[in-house]
């Protein structure tokens, strides 16, 4: 007889490894349980998963492509694989484009050897850049008197969004304009200060870069 325990553990595999998770458990979440490694910038334990950075790419039998294992839940006799080439180029060129238009001054910033984006550069052997530069230079928003957001350094991952929005209820900032303009601010172009922001520190401390 399955008694009800049983009937809430889900039992699925992860490079070829039997492993088990409840339901509503991301693919992300039971790996990193396992111990196996998938790399992320935007994912963070505290929030909800948001799937920007696209860094966790996974296959998933019978799913067309690649998709991203931090939104992806688990179910039964799912098969996953965490690596394989294409895997390791996706992920390697957004890794790359994200570099592409961040200022490579690793050794004169404040988060150098404790920020995300440098880690995995290393860890990918990331030593050149590719790609061009899209992005145009930001003067960064010094208003705030406890931190200085610079949308240069900024890999639009949102924790800082997510973390006013879902953890303290505030929703100062949000990711506004589109594209290539795309930044961290404010509503309707205020300023860090005249914002409803309330310095607690929380986005900045959930910030994987500078």
Known sequence: MTTILEEKI????????????????????????NRIHIPTLCNHADLEPYGGCRMCLVEVKGVRGLTTSCTMKIAPGMEVKTFSPDIEQARRVSLELLLADHPLECLTCAKNQQCELQTLAAEFGIDRIRFRKTREYRQPDESNPFFVYDPNKCILCARCVRTC????????????????RTIVAPPSGLSWAESTCESCGECVARCPTG
């Open 10 to 33: 889900i039992e699925l595999t992860i490079d070829g490894k039997t492993v088990t998770g409840k339901p509503g458990e991301s693919v992300l979440h039971v790996a990193r349980r």
């Open 165 to 180: 929005r879902q953890l303290q209820g505030l929703g100062a900032i949000d990711l506004v304009n589109r594209g290539v």
